[in-house]
């Protein structure tokens, strides 16, 4: 059983815990938002299920995550990986939904929960569920894969309304099949731009050949994944699908000062956010990340007193940025703006008048675009970069710090209304 001196230890952020008996084995797989206070409760507990837990307890090791989404899935993979003798509530082999490829002559494309190993191809898990069948909706549109489990002697309705090339009845010969089998994989695995190149290729070859009629339907379906791209850049956003063990976010550090070509390794960074509800209780948020990890004890909250009962993120913004620099000679490597050119523009305003050097970048919300002093062309980072995961933590990280203090601001007002 484990001291509460151990317990001192663990950190109050949010991720998995993991707790092991005296033979190594683990026992208990569990996320939380502040590990330390979730472990407590364990050994506080008088109910006999956590008395047998506690008693078996020989150490606990963490895994923080940036996000709670990050944090249920990493449990999920770890309690079907391990099956912890004392979680129950994940052992049925539930999970989010995945798309899957079959592993078939003429491959399917079908929603699963369970992974196996069938050399069949898997992407996800996605945690939100209506907008990965969105998605898939729209790839069958532009892929007409099938969908049925069993091949019959007529074409179904789908190859009647250009949803399946149908197979079945040797409609379309394996080689062209699978090129669609490919493409779909492309695109579900992230590389849109390869996938666009090689339409395009096979576009200005049907022209070169005056096949017309179908370089006009691989342009039209170049423009369909392109839109797709879009919805499935969102998803992803809020997906965090990829993540089954944590990432290094000093790596992140790294390979952001190499995108954005920083003369110096943005150790230090300060990222600011405004939240309000239409202009009434407008507050701004800092968040510190050193390294890449989130320093809290540095984190910083502000009242907007310029825009009080009117919203305008631009001013609000110039405020809670004269508030922090105006004067101060203690600056970031790094300054992180949530938002476009606007607030970027906005940024600037305030910084160049004080200081010439600090880098400033804007991060937008929608597809995690980077805008940068100079250019109005965005940086779109890699995907699966560490340097795109490090920007997405540390704008939600900002997100987070500023809805957290403008509801608190909201409810002693409502708690001020009431007792009038």
Not at 31 to 59: D, G, P
Not at 187 to 194: E, K, P, S, V
Not at 295 to 321: A, N
């Amino acid at each position: 059983m484990i001291d509460d001196e151990i317990i001192k230890n663990l950190p109050e952020t949010t991720g998995v815990y993991i707790m092991k008996n005296a033979d190594g084995e683990i026992i208990y797989v569990g996320k939380a938002i502040n590990i330390r206070s979730r472990v407590r409760q364990h050994f506080m507990s008088n109910v006999l299920k956590e008395r047998l837990l506690r008693e078996h307890t020989a150490a606990v090791e963490t895994i923080e995550t940036p996000t709670e989404v990050e944090a249920l899935l990493l449990e999920c993979e770890l309690i079907k990986k391990h099956q912890p003798r004392y979680n129950v509530s994940l052992k049925d082999g539930k999970n989010y939904p995945c798309i899957k490829i079959t592993s078939e002559e003429f491959p399917r494309i079908c929603v699963v929960r369970r992974i196996s190993d069938d050399g069949s191809k898997y992407f996800g898990p996605y945690t939100n569920a209506t907008a990965m069948h969105e998605s898939l909706r729209l790839i069958r549109k532009i892929f007409p894969l099938r969908s049925c489990k069993n091949f019959h002697k007529r074409p179904c309705l789908e190859y009647h309304i250009k949803r399946c090339l149908a197979p079945c009845v040797n409609a379309v010969d394996r080689q062209t099949y699978n090129e669609l089998v490919n493409a779909v994989a492309l695109f579900l695995d992230g590389q849109t731009d390869r996938l666009e190149n090689e339409l395009t290729s096979k576009m200005i070859a049907a022209a070169d050949n005056l096949n017309f009629e179908e370089a006009a339907r691989i342009r039209d379906k170049i423009f369909a994944v392109k839109k797709l791209a879009e919805i499935q850049r969102i998803i992803n956003a809020k997906n965090f699908s990829s993540i089954v063990e944590p990432r290094d976010p000093a790596v992140g550090v790294d390979q952001l000062q190499q995108y954005l070509g920083l003369s110096r390794r943005p150790t230090r960074m300060e990222c600011f956010d405004i939240s309000h509800n239409q202009g009434s209780e407008t507050v701004a948020s800092m968040v510190v990340f050193v390294d890449g990890s989130p320093d809290k004890k540095s984190y910083r909250r502000y009242k907007i007193r310029s825009t009080e009962g009117k919203p305008d993120d631009f001013q609000s913004m110039r405020e809670v940025l004269t508030r922090r620099y105006i004067g101060s000679d203690q600056l970031p490597d790094l300054i992180v703006i949530d938002g476009g050119l606007g607030q970027l523009s906005a940024a600037l305003e305030i910084i160049r008048a004080e200081h010439s050097t600090v880098p400033i970048i804007a991060l937008a919300k929608q597809f995690e675009l980077i805008y940068v002093e100079g250019s109005s062309d965005p940086i779109e980072l890699p995907r699966a970069s560490d340097a795109l995961h490090l920007m997405q933590r540390i704008r939600d990280e900002a997100h987070r710090f500023a809805i957290t203090y403008h509801r608190l601001l909201r409810w002693k007002r409502n708690l001020r209304s009431t007792k009038k």
